[in-house]
């Protein structure tokens, strides 16, 4: 290609500003902090999907044949607690979010960029504790490591897990606390809080819950632990505790956390939303609220977790009240996202696609958490694979959608190469259909009565199980087909302009890949986010494509 | 394989209607909202799809009015599922006045089952149809879940403390129980069956196996720990006399009283210095991990059975147990 050619990076930019396994290791730059998060999430999120792969082959059939019951129940451990605390906890915010946060402010990078590397070291020894467990022979307590079973029964690494969610929630509270500063402080001259796109003020939500909840959760795994090395009577009836006591400080966390979980995917959603209708999010400031309100009323209805657990009947009453109170602000967002598209300009690339398939499983799992809310029918589904499909239908269906939309659409800005397009619209049909395939026949299963953490089950259910296992192995094709395409485009993808959508935001403003500092000077908002004119799109479209034709 | 492919599970109890007319609603509205936003989201991706390089969307920044209003017709449509479903939970969590008792011990991997007059099963459940039925759950070591799918119920069997699920089977037949909390290695393994009998295959069928009563069980038991020693019959000893307390307020030391009920019983027994008789030293030992969980059920029904004969400081007009059914965890 030719080497004055305008679309060409900048001979500078963040990623060979510097070389060498020192450069990386050692470095500030929230935008390689971004990628060394992208690897760890990725071999985790791998390591997860090979759990998920054994659990599926295992229920293909009713007898308990493949492994061992107790392999069986690890198996299930380590895929939640990987996916959970060492995937989708860290996915959009520490990748995405670290990568964007800055740049769609005007900053140069986070407010405490060592800190931000620090957060990277914790994840990684966090995750050593959680390979640890698993060469010297795993864990059996679930991801919930509900008491007593896990301070008095299983003879398992328990306290090796605890320890790792322990020190890996210290990497979610500084990332949250990064998050919550930069935004406060560090946002560009003419950059308000309702110029902020809608990603920050997911993020901005998502870091307040990082930061007030997670300390929840880091003392209870110690507790367990405590009760379990030094038998402190916490937990265990036998020694004059409350195991249901366990069941609050745990899900206390661990149910705003499925907000860490989708709060940012939301993020991503709006901006793709308004980036491919070429529009203003409709509703911006309803939007916006959303995210805070979520964040918010979501650490109010902890108790849905217990509603047969020996919680009073009253509670119960409350928790399911506040239940279906959280889901409004969820209906409002997928609405607003709607309306955006009305008279929009839509256009069909790749990202959409994904932003596509998120609507349609978050509906679903949306709609499915009302049935769970409904404290009268959940008595019937807890603890069945409806429960297990309705949070696959929002954390897969909905999290990963929105993670694999945000990548396929800043890949270009990320690194600086193009994806081949018809693969990742392919890539997206496959998922979505595997998807589906998985998990919806695990509702019919749920209602039917199939009790999660099931190693071997009656015959009848035995229909339901294969096509869930058939969608599985869709489902991994379709997880394949990029992390193919997007290797490859590392090496041979076309190179990208700085603003290949011709999309608003600071983002695009700057080359792709950005320099290390991101903007030159310091960039002046002047104009509402989303602000789509003819002009600017003519503007971004000849400068980086000279050859198509105006008008 | 394909010849038992149920996709619905069978209704056999009272509440089981109930339970799946909401579900059918909420399946009802959750399919309106789906199809109708898939397919508005669909018709706009066609209608206004890009038609040249440079347009734009129009200039709509959002509504108000549509704000509120699609806000406040889901949070209506919410609030009426809330009632709904809550009518249904108090019904499932109240067993109604004549129910019969059954006991049942959860423990890693199977469950014990004990009929007041003293037929014991494993892993079976034999109950009569058109009779309700309340459970009195216990553990004797790590939290099991009783679940029975057919008759839309489940609760959680909680170590410390006693739970209970009450159910009327509606129609005879054989019934799946399952463990649904997870339990450790052997839980999937922790199933069994609810034998729903007409109640005169009932009658036979517990006139089949009758051993010794619960409560004689219990009164053995009373002896054996020589409960009796303190506890007796004369007001003479040095603890409260247990004739007719049961399911009557007991004053306590420091003011208050409680519903001498199951889960008062329990604690008395496995905790007794949590809650002082009014007039009495707190003298009395633990006997936590001396009695097993079915032993506690039978010094609660041994304890229970004095209360028709015993002559307590009557109290006109004194709730009885069936008024609250529901343990209170402390
Ligand atoms: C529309 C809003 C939602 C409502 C009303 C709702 C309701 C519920 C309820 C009541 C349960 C407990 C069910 C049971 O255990 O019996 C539950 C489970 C769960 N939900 Fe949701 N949900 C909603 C959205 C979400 C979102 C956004 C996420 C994640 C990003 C999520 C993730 C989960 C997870 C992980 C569990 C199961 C945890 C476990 O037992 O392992 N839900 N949901
Ligand atoms: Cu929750
Ligand atoms: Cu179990």
């Known amino acids: ?551 | 394989m394909f010849n038992n492919f149920p996709l619905f599970p069978r209704e056999a109890s009272s509440v089981a209607g109930q339970v799946d007319a909401l579900y059918f609603l909420l399946l009802a509205i959750s399919g309106f909202f789906a199809v109708t936003i898939s397919l508005t989201i669909v018709a706009f991706a066609v209608k206004y799809r890009r038609r040249h390089a440079l347009e734009v969307g129009a200039k709509i920044h959002g509504s108000t009015a549509l704000e509120i209003l699609w806000s406040a017709v889901p949070l209506a449509i919410v609030m009426g599922i809330f009632v709904w479903s809550s009518v249904i939970f108090i019904r499932i969590s109240r067993p109604p006045r004549d129910a019969m008792d059954i006991y049942v011990v959860g423990k890693q991997w199977m469950w014990k089952i004990q009929h007041p007059d003293g037929r014991r099963e494993i892993n079976e459940l034999h109950v009569p149809v058109g009779q309700p039925v309340r459970l009195t759950l216990a553990s004797e070591d790590v939290i099991h879940d009783f679940f029975v799918p057919a008759f839309r119920v489940k609760a959680d069997v909680v170590p410390g403390r006693f739970t209970t699920l009450w159910f009327e089977a509606t129609k005879p037949g054989r019934y799946h129980f399952f463990c649904a909390q997870y339990c450790g290695t052997e839980h999937s393994g922790m199933i069994g069956w609810v034998d729903a009998m007409t109640p005169e295959d009932f009658q036979a069928w517990l006139a089949g196996g009758a051993g010794e009563s619960l409560a004689s069980s219990g009164e053995k038991l009373f002896q054996e720990l020589s409960c009796n020693s303190c506890h007796r019959p004369d007001s003479q000893g040095r603890g409260p006399v247990l004739d007719g307390i049961y399911g009557r307020p007991v004053a306590l030391e420091g003011g208050g009283q409680v519903i001498a009920d199951d889960s008062y019983i329990r604690e008395s027994i496995v905790d007794p210095q949590a809650r002082t008789v009014a007039g009495y030293q707190p003298i009395m030992p633990t006997y936590q991990g001396l009695v097993t969980e079915e032993g506690l059920l039978q010094l609660v029904a041994y304890i229970k059975s004095l209360g028709t004969t015993g002559q307590p400081t009557p109290t006109p007009g004194a709730p009885t147990a069936t008024d609250t059914p529901h343990p209170t965890p402390k």
Do not use: C
């Open chain 1, 1 to 551: 290609m030719d080497a004055i050619d305008a679309t060409l990076p900048p001979p500078v930019n963040y990623l060979n500003a510097q070389h060498g396994i020192k450069s990386w290791l050692l470095t500030r730059d929230h935008k390689r902090i971004a990628l060394l998060y992208l690897f760890g999430i990725t071999f985790f999120f791998v390591l997860g999907g090979i759990f998920a792969a054994l659990i599926r082959l295992e229920l293909l059939t009713p007898a308990g044949d493949l492994m061992e019951a107790e392999t069986y129940n690890k198996m299930f451990t380590l895929h939640g607690v990987i996916m959970i605390f060492f995937f989708l906890i860290p996915s959009i915010p520490a990748t995405l979010g670290n990568f964007l946060v800055p740049i769609m402010i005007g900053a140069k990078d986070l407010a405490f960029p060592r800190i931000n590397l620090l957060s990277w070291y914790i994840y990684m020894v966090g995750g050593l504790f959680t390979i640890a467990v698993i060469v010297l022979g795993g864990v059996d307590t679930g991801w919930t490591f509900y008491t007593p079973y896990s301070t008095a029964a299983s003879n398992t690494h328990v306290v090796l897990t605890g320890l790792g969610v322990f020190i890996t929630g210290f990497s979610s509270i500084l990332t949250g606390l990064n998050f919550i500063v930069t935004i406060h402080r560090m946002r560009a001259p003419g950059m308000t809080w309702f110029r902020l796109p809608l990603f920050i003020w997911s993020h901005y939500a998502t870091a307040l819950i990082m930061v007030l909840g997670t300390p929840v959760i880091a003392i209870t795994v110690l507790l367990v632990a405590a009760e379990r090395v030094l038998h402190l009577g916490l937990f265990d009836p036998k020694l004059g505790g409350d195991p249901v006591l366990f069941q609050h400080l745990f899900w206390f966390y661990s149910h705003p956390a499925v907000y860490i979980m989708i709060l940012p995917a939301m993020g991503v959603i709006s901006e793709l939303v308004a980036a491919f209708s070429r529009k203003a999010i409709f509703g911006y400031n309803f939007v916006a609220f959303a995210s805070l309100a979520i964040a918010l009323i979501g650490f109010l209805v902890w108790g849905h977790h217990m509603f047969v657990s020996s919680q009073s009947v009253y509670a119960g009453l409350v928790f399911s009240f506040l239940s279906f109170l959280v889901a409004i602000p969820s209906a409002v967002k997928v609405f607003n996202w709607t309306a955006t598209m009305y008279k929009g300009s839509i256009s069909f690339q790749a990202p959409i696609m994904y932003v596509f398939g998120f609507m349609g499983l978050f509906l679903v799992g949306g709609l499915t958490g009302l049935f769970l809310a409904s404290v009268g029918l959940d008595v019937h589904v807890h603890d069945t694979y409806f429960v297990v499909a309705h949070f696959h239908y929002i954390m897969v269906g909905g999290a990963i959608m929105g993670f694999q939309g945000g990548l396929h659409y800043w890949w270009p800005k990320i690194f600086g190469r193009k994806y081949p397009e018809g693969w990742a619209k392919l890539a997206a049909l496959v998922i979505f259909v595997g998807f589906n395939l998985t998990f919806f026949p695990q509702f019919l299963l749920g209602y039917l009565g199939m009790p999660r953490r099931y190693y071997a089950y009656p015959p009848e259910f035995q229909v339901l199980n294969i096509m869930s296992t058939a969608g599985a192995s869709v489902l991994a094709i379709g997880y394949l087909i990029p992390a193919i395409y997007f290797a490859w485009s590392l090496k041979y993808g076309e190179l990208a302009e700085a603003n290949p959508w011709g999309a608003k935001g600071l983002e695009w403003t700057i080359p792709s890949p950005p320099p290390t500092y991101n903007f030159e000077e310091t960039p002046v908002i002047t104009e509402p986010p989303y602000n789509y004119t003819p002009e600017f799109v003519a503007s971004v479209t000849a400068a980086s494509r000279p050859e198509v034709e105006l008008g």
